[in-house]
């Protein structure tokens, strides 16, 4: 799959504070998709979002559908030590093919 | 449980070996993937196939081979042709294909070249 614009690249924060990332792209999505890895396990699906301006939250996290529907953000509140990870974004576009972001890798420091 | 599992978790190749990555799935989906990934690199294509008996190449298929004989199973053999195999390797599985899809990951199989 083709790549997506992620930023930041990487993220050092105390743990309670909150964390914002973001997700760009030159094309227009029907859906995004936010993504939690972990060292050596496979991605796990944090959030799906279908319809432009759509918000939506899983716990602590929240991400939004771009009006644009060029890009998506996602929000984690109050961070903790568990949250530590690469997160990255998704969506499908032509066909089969996904493209996916280059991926924000999160630090928590306690 | 409905989910992916991908077996082995470890895998070692000698020179000039193919080894079978495992992929199943339990979802009923129709769609399932493999991609690679390299440190610090995003998500690479190898290959997807949109139903049974039916399979496409992505953006690095060469070196590898895939079969989809039943609607649950998605084997992955990296061929001694692949001359860098060394990487993590993802199973991935959808309902569909389309522009509306959710993709569900499996654990990954860690292939590493002795």
């Known amino acids: 799959g083709q790549q997506l614009n992620q930023s930041p690249q990487s993220m050092f924060i105390q743990e309670g504070e909150d964390v914002s990332m973001n997700c760009t792209s030159s094309?227009?999505?029907?859906?995004w998709l936010w993504y939690k890895q972990d060292p050596g396990e496979g991605p796990v699906l944090l959030i799906a979002?279908?319809?432009?301006?759509e918000l939506t939250s899983n716990g602590r996290l929240t991400a939004q559908f771009g009006i644009t529907r060029k890009d998506s953000f996602l929000n984690i509140s109050a961070s903790i030590p568990s949250d530590v990870g690469i997160y990255f974004c998704?969506?499908?576009?032509?066909?089969?093919?996904?493209?996916f972001g280059t991926g924000t890798s999160l630090t928590v420091i306690p | 449980d409905g989910g992916i599992t991908q077996s082995p978790k470890y895998l070692f190749r000698k020179e000039g070996q193919n080894v079978t990555l495992s992929c199943e799935q339990n979802?009923?989906?129709?769609?399932m993937y493999w991609y690679r990934q390299d440190p610090g690199q995003g998500l690479r294509l190898i290959y997807y196939?949109?139903?049974?008996?039916?399979?496409q190449k992505g953006d690095i298929a060469e070196g590898y081979s895939v079969s989809r004989e039943k609607k649950e199973s998605f084997p992955l053999t990296v061929t001694s042709a692949q001359k860098n195999p060394t990487a993590f390797y993802l199973c991935?599985?959808?309902?569909?294909?389309?522009?509306?899809?959710?993709?569900?990951f499996g654990p990954g199989t860690r292939l590493l070249v002795l």
């Open positions: 991935a599985s959808s309902i569909g294909w389309g522009m509306y899809e959710t993709q569900y």
């Open positions: 094309s227009i999505f029907n859906t």
């Open positions: 979002l279908y319809k432009a301006g």
């Open positions: 998704a969506g499908p576009y032509t066909g089969n093919q996904f493209y």
């Open positions: 979802l009923n989906h129709d769609a």
């Open positions: 196939s949109q139903i049974v008996n039916d399979f």
